[in-house]
């Protein structure tokens, strides 16, 4: 009985030294978080169909050292953003994708505060892992919002990307933006098809921020 004992105490040992000492995939694996609203949720499509999902699976493909982190919520503002970064960097990042503001556009919101946002969640970024690579995905305006305000929408991205130092993805909805077969029935987020184009578009800024 003693014997027999000891051997599954010396078993139990053994077994948590190996597991001590060989850390989880999870654990060696660094972390692509993507910050966004409907279109990084995947709204109107399976959330595998979105373009976080196919992005974590040509990594996979790929066999890179990665996991990501699908932190879409739809009808989220930069503000809304703002506020749950700091919930969603609790744990560490090395590459944060914030696709953000949107629907700060669409509901006519003073840009000033939109810019202050998105450079507020850059800033906190940094803060908390000064070695994390921020990648910032561009957006654009329909015209109805009137020339000056679409001007200024436009240029945000670019204006924070070259203060900031950032890859910029130019327009996140770039060759899916006025393509009604590529967009569910809204007309506004792309269906499944639509997402390939998205992945694609993320996909040439991200990919040079890999490595093995």
Same mark, same amino acid.
């Given at each position: 009985?003693?014997?027999?004992? &000891?051997?599954?105490? +010396?078993? !139990?040992?053994?077994?948590?030294?190996?597991? =001590? @000492?060989? #850390? /989880?995939?999870?654990?060696?694996?660094?972390?692509?978080?993507? &910050?966004?609203?409907? +279109?990084? !949720?995947?709204?109107?499509?399976?959330?595998? =169909? @979105?373009? #976080? /999902?196919?992005?974590?699976?040509?990594?996979?493909?790929?066999? &890179?050292?990665?996991?990501?982190? !699908?932190?879409?919520?739809?009808?989220?503002?930069? @503000?809304?953003?703002?506020?749950?970064?700091?919930?969603?960097?609790?744990?560490?990042?090395?590459?944060?994708?914030? !696709?953000?503001?949107?629907?700060?556009?669409?509901?006519?919101?003073?840009?000033?505060?939109?810019?202050?946002?998105?450079?507020?969640?850059?800033?906190?970024?940094?803060?908390?892992?000064?070695?994390?690579?921020?990648?910032?995905?561009?957006?654009?305006?329909?015209?109805?919002?009137?020339?000056?305000?679409?001007?200024?929408?436009?240029?945000?991205?670019?204006?924070?990307?070259?203060?900031?130092?950032?890859?910029?993805?130019?327009?996140?909805?770039?060759?899916?933006?006025?393509?009604?077969?590529?967009?569910?029935?809204?007309?506004?987020?792309?269906?499944?098809?639509?997402?390939?184009?998205?992945?694609?578009?993320?996909?040439?800024?991200?990919?040079?921020?890999?490595?093995?």
């Amino acid at each position: 009985m003693k014997q027999t004992r &000891l051997a599954s105490t +010396l078993i !139990a040992i053994f077994l948590t030294v190996t597991v =001590l @000492a060989s #850390p /989880s995939s999870a654990q060696d694996s660094a972390r692509i978080v993507f &910050l966004g609203d409907s +279109l990084t !949720a995947g709204y109107g499509i399976d959330p595998e =169909l @979105a373009y #976080p /999902s196919l992005i974590e699976k040509r990594i996979q493909d790929q066999g &890179l050292n990665y996991e990501v982190t !699908a932190a879409g919520l739809s009808g989220e503002t930069s @503000a809304g953003g703002l506020r749950r970064a700091n919930w969603i960097l609790q744990k560490p990042a090395d590459i944060l994708v914030v !696709a953000l503001g949107a629907n700060d556009g669409l509901r006519g919101m003073d840009l000033s505060d939109t810019k202050q946002n998105l450079q507020k969640i850059i800033d906190l970024a940094r803060q908390k892992y000064p070695d994390i690579q921020i990648v910032l995905a561009g957006m654009k305006m329909p015209p109805n919002l009137g020339d000056a305000y679409t001007k200024e929408f436009s240029e945000m991205y670019p204006d924070l990307a070259q203060k900031n130092e950032l890859p910029l993805i130019p327009f996140l909805l770039e060759g899916v933006g006025g393509h009604p077969e590529l967009n569910i029935a809204d007309g506004i987020h792309p269906n499944a098809e639509g997402h390939e184009i998205l992945a694609e578009n993320v996909w040439e800024v991200l990919a040079p921020l890999l490595s093995d």
